[in-house]
């Protein structure tokens, strides 16, 4: 295993890029033009906070490397981000759904992370979470408005969710770089947040209307980089081509 | 009931102690939607402290065919502007 230290940041980083690049597909084809605007908002956040992750990443790395070189040069199997952000973004009520689960869990690790022993990490920690309280407050009131609206969107978001609901899981598994991280106190133990996402979950579906589905059947594989779905690839083509295409392009 | 959102007019502070400026107009479903609306369209580069939105529907205007008996009797009334006085200099800017 390479450094712990470096494959959690790389795990910061590259679920703040990858959720960030599947957000900015929605640039110019949002349904409204306030959701648009939203959207590229967010995609803007996040694609920022990957720059602060993936720039400490390769400073801890030590190799040469930086923000660009990583988020740009490495293929699908060294990335470390969870299934979930991966997942194409479907339809509006899809992607709000998938935002909502991520930035559920994302707001919970981030108001831990802010009392971090590495106080790089804390720092990034403390000016991310302003971002994601405002991504959550945004998502779920969207899962609400949509679960709790009409015939046709309520259906929407139920099969959304019961879509997106198996990668849930993955975003409260602890493995050995995380064993590492709690030794050291950097990062919390992702099971101790479990309970508090379940309860917020059940508050927010009960309010949409929502069923969550039974079982705790969960795909992985996207964090450890074992086994990502077959759509990271695809959007490496796209977010990766003119580094791909141009190696070392400069304006 | 209809299908589009209802348009919102947006008024948005600057800084604290100005006032709320009209800055444009937006579809929402409802007031909190359309305060979060706000805040992604009119408040990106640090526009802001404080939004206050409101149906346009809600809001009661003064017809332009009417601007002749409303406005134009005040043009001859320069008394009313307080351009008569000296301001002392220690007074600064008006």
Known sequence: MSDPLFEFLCRMGDNALVLGHRVSEWCGVAPALEEDIALANTALDLVGQATLWLDLAAEVEGAGRDADALAFRRDVWDFRNLLLVEQPNGDFGQTMMRQFLFDAWHRAYLAALTDSSDTRIAAIAEKSLKEVTYHLDRSAETVIGLGDGTEESHRRMQTALDRLFPFVGEMFVTDEVDAAMITACIAPDPRSLRAGFDSYLAEVLAEAKLIQPSGDFSHKGGKSGARHSEHLGHMLTQMQWLQRAYPDATW | ?94
Do not use: C
């Open chain 2, 1 to 94: 009931m209809s299908s589009e959102w209802p348009l919102w007019e947006v008024f948005v502070r600057g800084q604290h102690g100005l006032s709320h400026r009209h800055v444009g107009s937006l579809h929402a479903a409802d007031a909190e939607a359309a305060i979060r609306n706000a805040r992604d369209v009119y408040t990106r580069r640090n526009e802001g402290v404080s939004i206050w939105v409101v149906e346009a529907s809600a809001i009661a205007a003064s017809s332009p065919e009417e601007k002749g008996p409303l406005y134009e009797p005040a043009n001859d009334k320069v008394y009313r502007h307080p351009t008569f006085y000296d301001i002392p200099d220690d007074v600064g800017a008006m």
